[in-house]
């Protein structure tokens, strides 16, 4: 789906036993494997995803703290997985090691996890509570152009500052926040829907409406990541949901858009049908 939920999930892993991103396989779920998975959606994969992660590894690495209390004379709590080793007291054993010496000591090293997100409540009723464990925020500034003869219109400049809490692969979070925002263009701008006098849908594919393309990418793409102390909330690595929250931050683009018919028919209200197609457009202009 694009989310980079697979590599995150993997760095998740990874990081939890303390070894290198390229010992961790992953493959696709069914209900043969976890009979009770949800859907993906809302952006919330990785927050959902890897809590259930963590959970299964916490009940492996409770089996081997038994292991290793029994077998290396160890009475303590205090076990460090890093850079590929297990190290406990004065000790120090390499991850594989450990792992090859509780097999052949029939140590269970396979688990299930699950995880449900917390706090969230509403009454039906009143339709009061908390829909959600927290909220993502960001901020856009979009600079463009208008030709009063066609209505077409030229995205110059984007700004984006987008809050991801403490990004777990800004790599992945900087793709997300920049696709979000182009395919919000496309739902502003170009992306207009139709029907018959029989109510049967006539933009049913991209051969038939205008999804952005690169011509439609902004001239000057900024995007950044706010800089912060992470989620307030208990989440893996004080993270936040990047996905869809970023495909909002396009509005900005729309109101560019209507700013600058504002300077044209020099009107204070200005009607401009969403999307801002080159009619549309041309229709607010002359209105």
């Known amino acids: 789906m694009g989310q980079g939920l697979m590599t995150k999930i993997s760095q998740i892993a990874a990081n939890s036993f303390g070894i290198d991103l390229n010992n961790i396989k992953i493959t696709a779920t069914n209900t043969e494997k976890v009979a009770n998975t949800s859907a993906s959606a809302a952006s919330a994969s990785t927050d959902i995803n890897g809590a259930a992660v963590?959970?299964?590894?916490?009940?492996?690495?409770?089996?081997?703290?038994?292991?290793?209390?029994?077998?290396?004379?160890?009475?303590?709590?205090?076990?460090?997985?890093?850079?590929?080793?297990?190290?406990?007291?004065?000790?120090?054993?390499?991850?594989?090691?450990?792992?090859?010496?509780?097999?052949?000591?029939?140590?269970?090293?396979?688990?299930?996890?699950?995880?449900?997100?917390?706090?969230?409540y509403v009454n039906k009723k009143t339709l009061?509570?908390?829909?959600?464990?927290?909220?993502?925020?960001?901020?856009?500034?979009?600079e463009v152009i208008i030709d009063t003869l066609t209505g077409e219109n030229k995205l110059i400049k984007v700004d984006i500052l987008h809050d991801v809490g403490n990004s777990i692969n800004p790599s992945i979070d900087y793709g997300q926040i920049e696709g979000a925002f182009v395919q919000g263009l496309g739902w502003l701008t170009s992306e207009e829907v139709s029907w018959n006098n029989k109510g049967n849908i006539l933009t049913h594919s991209p051969s038939t409406y205008k999804i952005p393309v690169i011509n439609d990418i902004p001239i000057s793409f900024n995007a950044n990541i706010f800089k912060n102390k992470g989620n307030n909330e208990k989440v893996v690595n004080k993270s936040k949901a990047v996905g869809e929250p970023p495909f909002l931050l396009a509005l900005s683009a729309y109101f560019a858009i209507k700013n600058a018919i504002s300077y044209v028919n020099k009107k204070n209200k200005i009607e401009l049908i969403a999307p801002a197609t080159p009619e549309n457009i041309l229709k607010s202009i002359n209105n």
């Open 128 to 142: 009061k509570g908390r829909p959600f464990l927290y909220f993502c925020y960001g901020a856009a500034v979009s």
């Open 54 to 120: 963590l959970n299964a590894i916490d009940k492996i690495k409770d089996n081997l703290l038994i292991f290793i209390r029994k077998n290396f004379n160890f009475n303590g709590k205090n076990i460090k997985y890093d850079n590929n080793y297990v190290k406990f007291g004065n000790k120090k054993v390499s991850f594989k090691k450990l792992i090859s010496l509780a097999y052949y000591n029939r140590i269970s090293l396979s688990s299930s996890g699950f995880y449900k997100t917390p706090k969230i």
